[in-house]
């Protein structure tokens, strides 16, 4: 069993930047894979960004390669999302999700905890 608490959403203007952070309790941390998701209204559930479980490797949507960077702390037990130069279309509510398995994945259904996320708006 792993718990997740995202934090670090909040309203920011268009071209702002904003931290996400995810902090894991459970199984060790540093034995699994981490990845962000995001919902807008209305909308899919949405690949963001992952990460493998000793944050050597990556992977993000194409539409946030360039301005979102994950990370990861084994010591503290906390993923981060690093987003800048947001748009309007990045308002949504972000997910931080375990893979237990090979990491990497892009599916949601691959996934098997998820927080209860955290409301990411961008005004223009």
């Known amino acids: 069993q792993v718990q997740l608490v995202e934090s670090g959403g909040g309203l920011v203007q268009a071209g702002g930047s904003l931290r996400l952070s995810c902090a894991a309790s459970?199984?060790?941390?540093?034995?699994?894979?981490m990845g962000w998701f995001r919902q807008a209204p209305g909308k899919e559930r949405q690949f963001v960004s992952a990460?493998?479980?000793?944050?050597?490797?990556?992977y993000y949507a194409d539409s946030v390669k360039g301005r979102f960077t994950i990370s990861r702390d084994n010591a503290k037990n906390t993923v981060y999302l690093q987003m800048n130069s947001l748009e309007p279309d990045d308002t949504a509510v972000y997910y931080c999700a375990v893979d237990l398995g090979v990491g990497l994945a892009i599916r949601s259904s691959e996934y098997h905890y998820w927080g209860q996320g955290t409301q990411v708006t961008v005004s223009s």
């Open positions: 459970g199984r060790t941390f540093s034995t699994y894979a």
């Open positions: 990460i493998n479980w000793s944050g050597g490797k990556t």
